[in-house]
């Protein structure tokens, strides 16, 4: 197991001035666990938590009570210059190409930024850098000749590969994917979904998929969670929970799911 | 005649690099008591197409070359703004995708909807079963029953009371329907929404997409509704008319050109949606991008996109070809008459 999430509880507290406190339990006592190698799957509503267990596990947002154990350590525990080595294993793609790249940046500079960051971890000199930066570009599908560009001169897809290229920088070995298509078309987005898995083949990686887009989910993850308001409601195997929800919650996210076959239309044939 | 005809719209947008040709040839024909989904990538021309419906889109940049846009038979490109005012929120209701920004975040839903209503009933008292005589604070009251009944056909609970909220305590579900809920009061003949569910959950999608569907059914309501996602197609309209750099390539019935589609642009956007045998990783993907409209390729615009590309693609664009019943096809793969010559 590569992640254990035990029980965990967040609650923001309000903070506004002269107001009570007023607490928002945005997670409540949530359990999963993440196998290496595996493509894990998070569905759930806007305001369900899906984001900020994301955030939990990179420790961008400390949690309020329970445990989140990532390869035998503790995050909580940890000493921050363990946390930094960690963080280079763990790493998370956006779910906006277009806001997640800084403007000004070239795109070797966008790459290679988290080699810079962890210049002690990895140790690579500026000329290593960029021939890392190259590597990666490669890897996602773009050319040595993007390197000295800027993000707008890309498409949606292109960036969205850059972002994935960034994150894939320090080798890292989990992947939070937070809806990294629903910005993309369609056919952008299939492109991207077969890059993802080809990566994972290569490199082992784990996913963690973020998506409130249940077809999306079903073709790329092994096993799926649903949060609503919270908590954990259902969680199985893919094709179990599609084909056979156990709750209600599961059964209505999956009835309102829109398919393209125009014979299932819930309504028009009536 | 069709509520709405689109006929040959060309249009060109001027840019830094100089002007590119956005719409060639768009020809739509919307009847009373249709759903039209009008589908395509980013970039496209959705958007323009419905914008252009009810002349919203700024010009200059933009320039209109030829065509017309005949709503009830009377051009909307040639009416005086006076009476484009007439029509807007009137007779054409628009809704678009974000509902934060459509709504004013100052002032009460309620003032927002009596506001429209009444500059609605300026011209037509009848939407408030009221005579032109009525005083001021009569209409007024008018104004807000009408707002109540409307946000209660939308689904919102306590409609009498949320009329006194401001648009941030709505959630985003909420205020969509307020937006649907706004479009209505004119009673229109014809809705425009624009990726009116993008920017919600599937659960909340699906209660929208329920709300238009009855309210076609119940008000013979024509809609084009302007999206990139074909599951919300097939689930709500009737018809469908595929876009790919400034033209319809397919247009026709759903059933039929979903389930047939017979451009392989439809094909590919159909194949890229991720279905129950796509084996993972290999989705099929369209490869390439769309073209830069700068400099458009010189016949079929997705030639260079296109598996079944052949030279006389480049040798002008493909016309519509009626391939079935109610379906058309821009592509030279079914012109019968050229392979004979």
Redesign the interface.
């Known amino acids: 197991m590569l992640l254990h999430v035990d029980n965990v509880v967040k609650i923001f507290a309000s903070k506004r001035p002269f107001a009570r406190a007023v607490e928002f339990a945005a997670l409540k006592g949530v359990s999963l666990e993440i196998t290496r190698g595996q493509s894990f799957g998070l569905v759930g509503?806007?305001g369900s938590g899906k984001t900020t267990l994301a955030r939990c596990i990179l420790r961008l947002d400390d949690i309020t009570s329970g445990r989140i154990i990532y390869d035998g350590q503790d995050l909580a525990t940890l000493s921050p210059r363990a946390l930094r080595a960690l963080r280079s294993k763990i790493q998370i793609v956006f779910q906006d190409p277009y806001a997640s790249l800084n403007p000004r940046m070239t795109i070797r500079d966008i790459v290679a930024e988290p080699l810079e960051i962890h210049h002690d971890l990895v140790g690579l000199s500026a000329q290593a850098r960029t021939d890392r930066a190259s590597e990666l570009l490669a890897l996602v599908g773009l050319r040595t000749e993007h390197l000295y560009r800027y993000p707008h001169e890309f498409?949606?897809?292109q960036r969205q590969r850059i972002g994935i290229a960034r994150a894939l920088a320090l080798n890292p070995e989990f992947l939070i994917l937070d809806e990294p298509t629903s910005a993309l078309?369609?056919?952008?987005?299939?492109?991207v979904?077969?890059l993802l898995?080809?990566l994972q083949?290569r490199l082992g990686l784990t996913y963690l998929f973020v998506s409130?887009d249940?077809?999306?989910i079903?073709?790329?993850c092994d096993r799926v969670a649903l949060l609503y308001r919270g908590e954990l409601v259902e969680e199985n195997d893919t094709e179990a929970i599609f084909e056979s929800p156990r709750t209600d919650y599961a059964r209505?996210?999956i009835?309102?799911?829109?398919?393209?076959?125009?014979?299932?239309?819930?309504?028009?044939a009536a | 005649m069709p509520l709405l005809e689109i006929r040959d719209l060309h249009l060109a947008m001027k840019s830094f690099e100089g002007e590119a040709h956005v719409l060639n040839g768009i020809n739509l024909a919307v009847e009373r008591g249709e759903i039209w989904g009008v589908v395509g990538e980013t970039g496209c021309g959705k958007s323009l197409t419905g914008l252009s419906v009810s002349r919203l889109v700024p010009s200059p940049p933009a320039r209109y070359m030829q065509g017309e846009i005949l709503f009830e038979g009377r051009d909307v490109l040639a009416a005086s703004e006076e009476d484009m005012r007439k029509l807007r929120g009137r007779r054409i209701g628009m809704i678009f995708q974000d509902p934060t920004t459509n709504l004013n975040p100052s002032f009460r839903i309620g003032e927002q909807m009596i506001d429209v209503a009444l500059h609605a009933a300026e011209d037509d008292p009848a939407l408030l079963g009221l005579t032109k005589t009525a005083s001021r604070s009569e209409r007024r009251s008018a104004a807000r029953r009408l707002a109540v009944e409307l946000l209660d056909s939308v689904g919102i609970p306590n409609a009498a009371d949320r009329l006194d909220s401001y648009p941030h305590q709505f959630s985003g579900g909420m205020r969509q329907r307020v937006l649907i809920a706004l479009a209505l009061i004119g009673r229109p003949d014809l809705l425009i929404a624009d990726e009116p569910t993008t920017a919600l959950d599937v659960s909340v999608q699906a209660q929208v997409l329920r709300i238009l569907f009855d309210l076609v059914q119940k008000h013979r309501l024509a809609v084009m509704l302007i999206t990139h996602n074909l599951g919300v197609v097939a689930q709500l309209c009737s018809h469908v008319a595929v876009m790919y750099a400034g033209n319809i390539v397919e247009s026709g019935k759903v059933d039929a050109v979903l389930s047939a589609p017979k451009h392989p642009y439809t094909q590919a956007l159909l194949a890229a949606v991720p279905g129950r045998s796509a084996v993972r990783g290999a989705l099929s993907a369209l490869a390439g991008s769309v073209p830069n409209l700068l400099r458009p390729p010189p016949g079929c615009r997705f030639a260079p996109r296109c598996p079944h590309a052949m030279p006389r693609c480049d040798a002008g664009a493909p016309p519509m070809i009626g391939v079935a019943a109610g379906q058309q096809v821009a592509c030279v793969l079914y012109d019968k008459t050229a392979e004979a010559a």
């Open positions: 509503e806007s498409s949606g897809g078309d369609v056919s952008v987005q299939a492109q979904l077969n898995h080809e083949q409130h249940l077809g999306v079903r073709h790329v209505t996210l009835a309102a799911m829109p398919s393209p076959d125009p014979a299932r239309s819930l309504w028009r």
